[in-house]
C-alpha cells in the first residue's frame, strides 16, 4: 500500500482537510473535549537533529492516542538546556519564564495544576506548593524522551485536563554496548558579564551476554542571571471605580502650595506605585540518574531507576519605589507640581517635591533549596504467550527548604524631587532623582518582613498491570488491565516576622508594645519620624547599565544594603524585640499537610481491523478510581472571640491554635476513547473522546481559616477558608487530526480540539457562625458553571536531502501553529469578553536547522500573544504583550567523535511586558539579557 503513485493524490486529499480544519477552528465556540496517547514503543539510538525528528515523528506515527514528543539528539544532548523550554516547541504548549529561562507550562492554555507530571509513568513529586511542575528544576542532559499526551488513555494517570507529561530517562540495555559520553562549556551572561561552568557525564555498558546493563549520569551547572525591570500599579480610570474607590493624584495646578478642591485632583496615565528593580540571581543545578536493566531470558525484564536533582537559586532583588498619590500611610504627602496632561486628560507629567518627597530602598530576596528524587522498579514478567504481567513501584520525594529565608526590607530615604515624564513617546516614563540615592545619605528603618514557606511532597506509586494477548488473531488485539494506589502527601511549613513594622514610625511600636529603647538615632523628616539606619549597613550599588535597552530615563543605580547588619542594629535598639517581631517564626495558621490516595483500576480493550481496506486502531477504555482526602492543619479558637463595639476582639486568646484534622472521598469513573485510521501507510487520522479531571488546588483542600476585622461585608467580618470536601474539576474533550508523514523526517498535521469543562471551582460567599459571631466567608466549592475551550494545531517538518542540491540539501524546516480559544459559561463572566488567565489565542515555534559535513546548526524563534494576568487588576484588567524569543545552536565535528558546540538564548533581547487596560499604561517590564555558551563535546 505505500505507493508513491498514490502519494500525491493523498497528499492533496491532506492539505484539502488541514485547509477545512484550520478554518473551522477559528469559528468553533462549543465541542466536547478529548486527548489521545501513545503506544509503549522501545526508543532506539538517535544521533543528530534529523535522527531526533525521525524518532519523534516514527513514536507518534505509531501511536494511536494524540500524542507529541522531544526525543534528545544524542545520547546526554537535548534539543534545548532547559526542558520547558523544550517542551514549548511541541504544539499547544506555551510557558512561563522565571528571570527569562521557562519555568512551568501551559498546554492548550491550561496551567496551574490543569497538567499532570509524571517520570517513566511514575507520578513525579514537586517542590511546587501547589500541583505546577517547576521544570528547572531537573537538568535536560538526564531526559531521553519528553511525551506529552494530549488525549487521556485508561492505562494512563488521570488527573490532567491539559494533558499528561512524561519525562522518560534512558535504559542501559538500550546502548550498543560500553558508552560514554562527556561535555563541558562555559556559559556567559550579557547582564552580569558572567562566565559559569556546565558539565555532564553519562557511562553505560552491558554485561553478562547483554543481561545486564548499567548506566549513570551526572550534571553540574553554575549560573548567573540578572534581570533588569520596571513595574507599576494604580491607574486611575473613572470608567473602572475611579472616584469611588480611590483619590486620584492630587497636582497643584495653581502653584499656590496645597490642593484647594477636587478640581485639583486628576486621572493619571502616571500610576500610583513605581519599581525599578535590580534582580540577580546565582542558580546552581546538581543531578544525577542511576538504572540497572537485567534481562535474564526473554520471558523477564526488570528495571531500577533513580533520579536526583538538587537545584538552588538566591534570588536577590534590588528595588526602589515611591508613591505618587496621596495615601493614609504615607504622611506629609509631597506636592504634585508642573503637571502636564495628554488628550485623555490623564496626568502624563509631573514633580514631586517638598521635605516629604521619599524614596523607598528596598531588599527582597526569594531562594530556592530543592531537592528532587525518585526511585522506582518495574518488572515485567511474560507468564505465557497470552499475558504479559507488570509490577512497577516508586517512591519519590521533593523539598523546598524555606525556614523563614525570604526577606522583604524597606528603608525610607529621602530626596528634593522626582521628575516623571511619561510624555516622551517611550514605552517607559523617564524618572529623574534629585540628588540620586548613595550609600552616604540617611535613610529610616520602615520595613523588615522574613518570611517563607518549607515544602515537602511525597508519592508513592504502586501500579499491577497485566495485558492479554489473544492466542488466534481477529478483532480483539489485545486488553489491558491493572490497578494503581498513588499516595501524595503535601505539607507545608509557614514562617513570618510577628511584626515587620516593629522598629518603624521611629519607636512609636516598641514604646506601645512596652519596650525599653536608645531613641538617640531618631531623626524627623517632614512628618516623618524614623530611626537612622548606620552608614555601615548600606553597600554602594553592585549594577550599571540599568535597563539597557530602553530608550528612557530610569534612575541611576542605587545602594542595597546588609540584612545581617541591619538586624544587629535593630538588636543594638533592643535584642528580645527583634527576635521575637522581626526573626520569622512558625506560624501554625499558615502549616498544614495534605494527602491524597488514589485507588484506581482499568480496562482498556485494543481493537484493530480494516474498515474499505484501510487498516485502523481502537482502544476503548474505562477508568475508575477513589480518591480519600486527608486533611491536617491548625485553626484558630474561633470560640474564644469576643467582638467590642468596633467589631475588634477584646484579646488575642482565640489566636491560639488547634490542631485539626478532617478526612473526606469521592469516585470517579472516566470512560475514553481512541481511534486510529490509516488511510494510507502514510496518511493518518486519528480521533479522541474521553472523559477528564483536574483535582482541586492544594490550598482549597486545607484546613485553613483566617479571619479579618478590618474588611467589613454586609456588616459581618470577612473569613478566608479552606474546603478538603470540594471536589475536582470534570471535563469532556475530544481531538480530531490528520496527519501525513511524507518521509522519515517530513509530516504534516493538523487537528481540531475541543474541552467543555462542566464547572470550576471558585470561591463562594456566603455567611456563616462560628463560635460566638457570624462571618462573611469566602470558602472554595464547585461553581455553577464551566467554560468551552477549542481550538486547532498545525505542524510541519520538512528536510529537504532530497529536494536541493549540495550543500544545500542539509536545510530544514520545522513550524508549529496554535490556535485556542475560550468562552466561560457564566453569564458576568462571558459579558466581560476575557479569555482564561494565562492562556495565548495564537502561538507559534518556527525551527530552521542545518546538518551537513559534520556541522550542525539550528535557528529557534518562539512566539505567544497577549494573555491575561488579572482579570481585576486596580485600573482594569492587567495583560502580558505577545512574546517572541530567538534561540540559537550550533556544533561541528573535529574528529569522529568530539565536536566543539556554541548556543545562545534570546538573541535579540527582546523585552517582556505588560499594561492595565490600554497597552501605553505599562504595569511592568523586564530585561533578561542574552546567554551564550561555549563548549566541547565527546562521546564514545
Same mark, same amino acid.
Given at each position: 500500500?505505500?505507493?508513491?503513485?498514490?502519494?500525491?493524490?493523498?497528499?492533496?486529499?491532506?492539505?484539502?482537510?488541514?485547509?477545512?480544519?484550520?478554518?473551522?477552528?477559528?469559528?468553533?465556540?462549543?465541542?466536547?473535549?478529548?486527548?489521545?496517547? #501513545?503506544?509503549?514503543?522501545?526508543?532506539?539510538?538517535?544521533?543528530?537533529?534529523?535522527?531526533?525528528?525521525?524518532?519523534?515523528?516514527?513514536?507518534?506515527?505509531?501511536?494511536?492516542?494524540?500524542?507529541?514528543?522531544?526525543? /534528545?539528539?544524542?545520547?546526554?544532548?537535548?534539543?534545548?538546556?532547559?526542558?520547558?523550554? /523544550?517542551?514549548?516547541?511541541?504544539?499547544?504548549?506555551?510557558?512561563?519564564?522565571?528571570?527569562?529561562?521557562? #519555568?512551568?507550562?501551559?498546554?492548550?492554555?491550561?496551567?496551574?495544576?490543569?497538567?499532570?507530571?509524571?517520570?517513566?509513568?511514575?507520578?513525579?513529586?514537586?517542590?511546587?506548593?501547589?500541583?505546577?511542575?517547576?521544570?528547572?528544576?531537573?537538568?535536560?542532559?538526564?531526559?531521553?524522551?519528553?511525551?506529552?499526551?494530549?488525549?487521556?488513555?485508561?492505562?494512563?494517570?488521570?488527573?490532567?485536563?491539559? *494533558?499528561?507529561?512524561?519525562?522518560?530517562?534512558?535504559?542501559?540495555?538500550?546502548?550498543?554496548?560500553?558508552?560514554?559520553?562527556?561535555?563541558?562549556?562555559?556559559?556567559?551572561?550579557?547582564?552580569?558579564?558572567?562566565?559559569?561552568?556546565?558539565?555532564?557525564?553519562?557511562?553505560?555498558?552491558?554485561?553478562?551476554?547483554?543481561?545486564?546493563?548499567?548506566?549513570?549520569?551526572?550534571?553540574?551547572?553554575?549560573?548567573?542571571?540578572?534581570?533588569?525591570?520596571?513595574?507599576?500599579?494604580?491607574?486611575?480610570?473613572?470608567?473602572?471605580?475611579?472616584?469611588?474607590?480611590? *483619590?486620584?493624584?492630587?497636582?497643584?495646578?495653581?502653584?499656590?502650595?496645597?490642593?484647594?478642591?477636587?478640581?485639583?485632583?486628576?486621572?493619571?496615565?502616571?500610576?500610583?506605585?513605581?519599581?525599578?528593580?535590580?534582580?540577580?540571581?546565582?542558580?546552581?543545578?546538581?543531578?544525577?540518574?542511576?538504572?540497572?536493566?537485567?534481562?535474564?531470558?526473554?520471558?523477564?525484564?526488570?528495571?531500577?531507576?533513580?533520579?536526583?536533582?538538587?537545584?538552588?537559586?538566591?534570588?536577590?532583588?534590588?528595588?526602589?519605589?515611591?508613591?505618587?498619590?496621596?495615601?493614609?500611610?504615607?504622611?506629609?504627602?509631597?506636592?504634585?507640581?508642573?503637571?502636564?496632561?495628554?488628550?485623555?486628560?490623564?496626568?502624563?507629567?509631573?514633580?514631586?517635591?517638598?521635605?516629604?518627597?521619599?524614596?523607598?530602598?528596598?531588599?527582597?530576596?526569594?531562594?530556592?533549596?530543592?531537592?528532587?528524587?525518585?526511585?522506582?522498579?518495574?518488572?515485567?514478567?511474560?507468564?505465557?504467550?497470552?499475558?504479559?504481567?507488570?509490577?512497577?513501584?516508586?517512591?519519590?520525594?521533593?523539598?523546598?527548604?524555606?525556614?523563614?529565608?525570604?526577606?522583604?526590607?524597606?528603608?525610607?530615604?529621602?530626596?528634593?524631587?522626582?521628575?516623571?515624564?511619561?510624555?516622551?513617546?517611550?514605552?517607559?516614563?523617564?524618572?529623574?532623582?534629585?540628588?540620586?540615592?548613595? /550609600?552616604?545619605?540617611?535613610?529610616?528603618?520602615?520595613?523588615?518582613?522574613?518570611?517563607?514557606?518549607?515544602?515537602?511532597?511525597?508519592?508513592?506509586?504502586?501500579?499491577?498491570?497485566?495485558?492479554?494477548?489473544?492466542?488466534?488473531?481477529?478483532?480483539?488485539?489485545?486488553?489491558?488491565?491493572?490497578?494503581?494506589?498513588?499516595?501524595?502527601?503535601?505539607?507545608?511549613?509557614?514562617?513570618?516576622?510577628?511584626?515587620?513594622?516593629?522598629?518603624?514610625?521611629?519607636?512609636?511600636?516598641?514604646?506601645?508594645? $512596652?519596650?525599653?529603647?536608645?531613641?538617640?538615632?531618631?531623626?524627623?523628616?517632614?512628618?516623618?519620624?524614623?530611626?537612622?539606619?548606620?552608614?555601615?549597613?548600606?553597600?554602594?550599588?553592585?549594577?550599571?547599565?540599568?535597563?539597557?535597552?530602553?530608550?528612557?530615563?530610569?534612575?541611576?543605580?542605587?545602594?542595597?544594603?546588609?540584612?545581617?547588619?541591619?538586624?544587629?542594629?535593630?538588636?543594638?535598639?533592643?535584642?528580645?524585640?527583634?527576635?521575637?517581631?522581626?526573626?520569622?517564626?512558625?506560624?501554625? /495558621?499558615?502549616?498544614?499537610?495534605?494527602?491524597?490516595?488514589?485507588?484506581?483500576?482499568?480496562?482498556?480493550?485494543?481493537?484493530?481491523?480494516?474498515?474499505?481496506?484501510?487498516?485502523?486502531? !481502537?482502544? !476503548?477504555?474505562?477508568? *475508575?478510581?477513589?480518591?480519600?482526602?486527608?486533611?491536617?492543619?491548625?485553626?484558630?479558637?474561633?470560640?474564644?472571640?469576643?467582638?467590642?463595639?468596633?467589631?475588634?476582639?477584646?484579646?488575642?486568646?482565640?489566636?491560639?491554635?488547634?490542631?485539626?484534622?478532617?478526612?473526606?472521598?469521592?469516585?470517579?469513573?472516566?470512560?475514553?476513547?481512541?481511534?486510529?485510521?490509516?488511510?494510507?501507510?502514510?496518511?493518518?487520522?486519528?480521533?479522541?473522546?474521553?472523559?477528564?479531571?483536574?483535582?482541586?488546588?492544594?490550598?482549597?483542600?486545607?484546613?485553613?481559616?483566617?479571619?479579618?476585622?478590618?474588611?467589613?461585608?454586609?456588616?459581618?467580618?470577612?473569613?478566608?477558608?479552606?474546603?478538603?470536601?470540594?471536589?475536582?474539576?470534570?471535563?469532556?474533550?475530544?481531538?480530531?487530526?490528520?496527519?501525513?508523514?511524507?518521509?522519515?523526517?517530513?509530516?504534516?498535521?493538523?487537528?481540531?480540539?475541543?474541552?467543555?469543562?462542566?464547572?470550576?471551582?471558585?470561591?463562594?460567599?456566603?455567611?456563616?457562625?462560628?463560635?460566638?459571631?457570624?462571618?462573611? *466567608?469566602?470558602?472554595?466549592?464547585?461553581?455553577?458553571?464551566?467554560?468551552?475551550?477549542?481550538?486547532?494545531?498545525?505542524?510541519?517538518?520538512?528536510?529537504?536531502?532530497?529536494?536541493?542540491?549540495?550543500?544545500?540539501?542539509?536545510? $530544514?524546516? #520545522?513550524?508549529?501553529?496554535?490556535?485556542?480559544?475560550?468562552?466561560?459559561?457564566?453569564?458576568?463572566?462571558?459579558?466581560?469578553?476575557?479569555?482564561?488567565?494565562?492562556?495565548?489565542?495564537?502561538?507559534?515555534?518556527?525551527?530552521?536547522?542545518?546538518?551537513?559535513?559534520?556541522?550542525?546548526?539550528?535557528?529557534?524563534?518562539?512566539?505567544?500573544?497577549?494573555?491575561?494576568?488579572?482579570?481585576?487588576?486596580?485600573?482594569?484588567?492587567?495583560?502580558?504583550?505577545?512574546?517572541?524569543?530567538?534561540?540559537?545552536?550550533?556544533?561541528?565535528?573535529?574528529?569522529?567523535?568530539?565536536?566543539?558546540?556554541?548556543?545562545?538564548?534570546?538573541?535579540?533581547?527582546?523585552?517582556?511586558?505588560?499594561?492595565?487596560?490600554?497597552?501605553?499604561?505599562?504595569?511592568?517590564?523586564?530585561?533578561? $539579557?542574552?546567554?551564550?555558551?561555549?563548549?566541547?563535546?565527546?562521546?564514545?
Amino acid at each position: 500500500m505505500n505507493n508513491n503513485n498514490r502519494k500525491t493524490g493523498h497528499s492533496a486529499l491532506a492539505l484539502a482537510i488541514y485547509s477545512a480544519l484550520a478554518s473551522s477552528a477559528v469559528y468553533a465556540e462549543e465541542a466536547d473535549g478529548a486527548k489521545s496517547t #501513545q503506544e509503549s514503543i522501545e526508543v532506539v539510538e538517535v544521533k543528530g537533529i534529523r535522527s531526533s525528528i525521525k524518532e519523534s515523528l516514527f513514536l507518534k506515527q505509531n501511536a494511536t492516542a494524540v500524542v507529541d514528543l522531544v526525543v /534528545a539528539d544524542d545520547i546526554g544532548k537535548f534539543p534545548d538546556e532547559n526542558l520547558a523550554e /523544550a517542551l514549548q516547541r511541541i504544539p499547544g504548549i506555551t510557558i512561563t519564564r522565571n528571570g527569562g529561562e521557562g #519555568q512551568k507550562i501551559l498546554v492548550r492554555g491550561m496551567g496551574s495544576g490543569y497538567n499532570v507530571t509524571t517520570l517513566n509513568g511514575r507520578k513525579l513529586a514537586s517542590e511546587d506548593a501547589g500541583r505546577d511542575f517547576n521544570y528547572d528544576t531537573i537538568a535536560s542532559e538526564l531526559v531521553n524522551v519528553l511525551k506529552v499526551y494530549k488525549s487521556p488513555e485508561a492505562r494512563l494517570i488521570e488527573g490532567g485536563i491539559g *494533558a499528561i507529561i512524561d519525562i522518560e530517562t534512558r535504559k542501559p540495555l538500550a546502548l550498543d554496548g560500553f558508552t560514554v559520553s562527556a561535555s563541558a562549556k562555559g556559559i556567559y551572561e550579557s547582564r552580569t558579564k558572567d562566565t559559569n561552568p556546565h558539565a555532564s557525564f553519562i557511562i553505560g555498558d552491558k554485561l553478562d551476554d547483554d543481561t545486564f546493563g548499567v548506566l549513570f549520569s551526572a550534571v553540574y551547572s553554575k549560573k548567573t542571571l540578572r534581570e533588569d525591570s520596571y513595574s507599576a500599579a494604580g491607574f486611575f480610570d473613572e470608567d473602572e471605580g475611579w472616584g469611588a474607590d480611590s *483619590a486620584g493624584v492630587p497636582v497643584d495646578t495653581n502653584n499656590n502650595g496645597k490642593i484647594d478642591s477636587v478640581d485639583e485632583i486628576f486621572a493619571s496615565k502616571i500610576p500610583s506605585y513605581m519599581y525599578f528593580t535590580n534582580a540577580q540571581d546565582t542558580r546552581t543545578r546538581l543531578g544525577a540518574t542511576l538504572a540497572l536493566q537485567w534481562r535474564p531470558s526473554d520471558q523477564l525484564d526488570v528495571n531500577f531507576d533513580a533520579l536526583y536533582s538538587r537545584y538552588n537559586t538566591d534570588g536577590h532583588k534590588y528595588q526602589i519605589g515611591f508613591v505618587n498619590y496621596d495615601e493614609s500611610w504615607t504622611p506629609g504627602t509631597p506636592l504634585f507640581t508642573n503637571a502636564e496632561f495628554d488628550e485623555l486628560n490623564r496626568v502624563v507629567a509631573m514633580r514631586q517635591s517638598g521635605d516629604a518627597t521619599m524614596v523607598e530602598l528596598l531588599n527582597l530576596s526569594e531562594p530556592r533549596k530543592t531537592d528532587t528524587y525518585q526511585i522506582g522498579l518495574n518488572t515485567v514478567w511474560h507468564y505465557s504467550p497470552s499475558l504479559k504481567i507488570t509490577a512497577d513501584l516508586a517512591y519519590s520525594e521533593a523539598k523546598n527548604q524555606n525556614a523563614g529565608d525570604n526577606r522583604f526590607i524597606v528603608a525610607r530615604g529621602f530626596v528634593d524631587s522626582i521628575d516623571i515624564n511619561y510624555n516622551t513617546g517611550n514605552l517607559l516614563p523617564d524618572v529623574t532623582l534629585a540628588p540620586g540615592l548613595t /550609600a552616604d545619605q540617611d535613610y529610616g528603618a520602615h520595613y523588615s518582613l522574613n518570611s517563607g514557606t518549607g515544602v515537602t511532597d511525597k508519592v508513592t506509586d504502586l501500579k499491577l498491570f497485566a495485558q492479554y494477548l489473544p492466542e488466534s488473531e481477529g478483532l480483539l488485539a489485545s486488553v489491558d488491565f491493572g490497578v494503581s494506589y498513588i499516595k501524595q502527601s503535601k505539607g507545608q511549613n509557614g514562617f513570618r516576622s510577628s511584626n515587620p513594622s516593629q522598629f518603624s514610625r521611629g519607636g512609636f511600636y516598641l514604646n506601645r508594645d $512596652g519596650y525599653q529603647f536608645d531613641n538617640s538615632s531618631v531623626f524627623n523628616r517632614g512628618e516623618f519620624e524614623l530611626f537612622k539606619i548606620p552608614t555601615n549597613v548600606f553597600v554602594p550599588a553592585n549594577f550599571d547599565n540599568f535597563l539597557d535597552g530602553e530608550n528612557s530615563v530610569s534612575p541611576e543605580p542605587w545602594p542595597s544594603f546588609d540584612y545581617d547588619k541591619l538586624l544587629a542594629y535593630f538588636r543594638s535598639l533592643n535584642s528580645a524585640a527583634a527576635d521575637k517581631s522581626i526573626v520569622a517564626s512558625v506560624q501554625k /495558621a499558615d502549616t498544614y499537610e495534605v494527602s491524597e490516595a488514589v485507588t484506581s483500576a482499568f480496562v482498556q480493550a485494543n481493537l484493530q481491523d480494516t474498515i474499505a481496506d484501510m487498516p485502523f486502531n !481502537l482502544n !476503548l477504555g474505562l477508568r *475508575a478510581s477513589k480518591t480519600t482526602i486527608d486533611s491536617m492543619g491548625y485553626l484558630y479558637n474561633f470560640d474564644a472571640i469576643v467582638l467590642d463595639d468596633a467589631n475588634k476582639p477584646s484579646s488575642n486568646e482565640w489566636q491560639k491554635t488547634t490542631y485539626v484534622t478532617h478526612s473526606d472521598d469521592y469516585t470517579s469513573v472516566l470512560p475514553s476513547m481512541n481511534f486510529k485510521l490509516n488511510i494510507e501507510d502514510d496518511l493518518v487520522f486519528r480521533s479522541s473522546v474521553a472523559k477528564v479531571l483536574s483535582r482541586p488546588a492544594l490550598q482549597y483542600l486545607r484546613i485553613w481559616a483566617a479571619p479579618n476585622f478590618t474588611t467589613f461585608k454586609e456588616g459581618l467580618p470577612t473569613l478566608s477558608m479552606g474546603n478538603p470536601g470540594v471536589e475536582p474539576e470534570k471535563a469532556v474533550q475530544a481531538d480530531f487530526t490528520l496527519e501525513w508523514y511524507h518521509g522519515d523526517t517530513n509530516s504534516i498535521s493538523g487537528g481540531l480540539f475541543f474541552k467543555d469543562i462542566e464547572s470550576f471551582i471558585s470561591k463562594t460567599d456566603r455567611a456563616i457562625t462560628l463560635g460566638q459571631n457570624s462571618y462573611y *466567608a469566602s470558602v472554595p466549592t464547585a461553581g455553577q458553571y464551566g467554560a468551552k475551550v477549542s481550538g486547532a494545531e498545525f505542524a510541519l517538518s520538512q528536510s529537504f536531502d532530497e529536494y536541493l542540491p549540495e550543500p544545500f540539501n542539509g536545510f $530544514g524546516v #520545522q513550524f508549529n501553529y496554535t490556535y485556542v480559544k475560550s468562552n466561560y459559561d457564566d453569564p458576568e463572566l462571558k459579558a466581560k469578553g476575557l479569555p482564561f488567565q494565562g492562556m495565548s489565542k495564537n502561538s507559534y515555534n518556527a525551527v530552521v536547522y542545518y546538518e551537513q559535513y559534520g556541522f550542525q546548526a539550528r535557528l529557534a524563534y518562539n512566539w505567544r500573544s497577549r494573555y491575561l494576568v488579572d482579570p481585576e487588576a486596580w485600573g482594569g484588567p492587567a495583560w502580558i504583550k505577545d512574546y517572541g524569543q530567538l534561540d540559537a545552536s550550533a556544533s561541528y565535528d573535529i574528529y569522529e567523535n568530539i565536536s566543539i558546540f556554541a548556543e545562545a538564548s534570546n538573541l535579540t533581547n527582546n523585552r517582556h511586558w505588560g499594561y492595565v487596560k490600554r497597552d501605553d499604561q505599562v504595569s511592568n517590564l523586564e530585561r533578561f $539579557g542574552t546567554q551564550i555558551a561555549l563548549g566541547i563535546r565527546g562521546s564514545f
